[in-house]
């Protein structure tokens, strides 16, 4: 057995295993934040989905229809309808890649920045579990939280 790799926990009634504790932080996480992303959507005036895309092309830089499909977790044909309607609203450019003259990059306009820093404004306050917690549950909380962030 490699040094390697990890010795599996073992799980007692009181001890969950990390994929248990991982399914709850995502649960609480994504399902938590639907209400914040309606009012994303409702304060640019398009779908969440279109904002990702804006967000993902804001922070890596231009990209091509399939790298951007993969940076914002969307099918093909999903990026490709994204990106022609950020296009007509003129959040987004295409042009030819100087390096592969067969291929486009998508690249976020001035437009399209305004565009996420609108989205940025949008409050998203601490779902009201955590509003609850203690100062010292919450510094706790904060320090498991720091050891996940790269």
Do not use: Y
């Not at 969440?48 to 922070?59: E, M, N, P, Q």
């Not at 093909?76 to 592969?100: C, K, Q, S, W, Y």
């Not at 779902?127 to 203690?134: A, I, M």
Request: hydrophobic residues 40%; contains cysteine.
């Amino acid at each position: 057995m490699s040094t390697d790799t990890p010795t599996p926990r073992a799980a007692g009634p009181d001890t969950p295993t990390p994929d248990e504790v991982w399914n709850l932080l995502v649960h609480t996480v994504i399902d938590g934040r639907d209400t914040w992303r309606r009012a994303v959507a409702e304060r640019v005036g398009m779908p969440f989905s279109r904002i990702r895309v804006l967000k993902r092309l804001d922070r890596g830089g231009p990209m091509t229809c399939k790298d951007l499909a993969h940076a914002a977790a969307m099918d093909a044909p999903a990026t490709t309808v994204a990106v022609n309607e950020l296009e007509t609203r003129g959040l987004v450019v295409r042009e030819i890649d100087p390096l592969n003259r067969r291929s486009k990059l998508v690249s976020i306009t001035d437009a399209g920045r305004a565009a996420v820093a609108n989205a940025n404004t949008a409050p998203d306050p601490a779902p009201e579990q955590l509003q609850s917690f203690t100062a010292h549950e919450l510094r706790a909380l904060a320090v498991l939280l720091r050891r996940l962030t790269p």
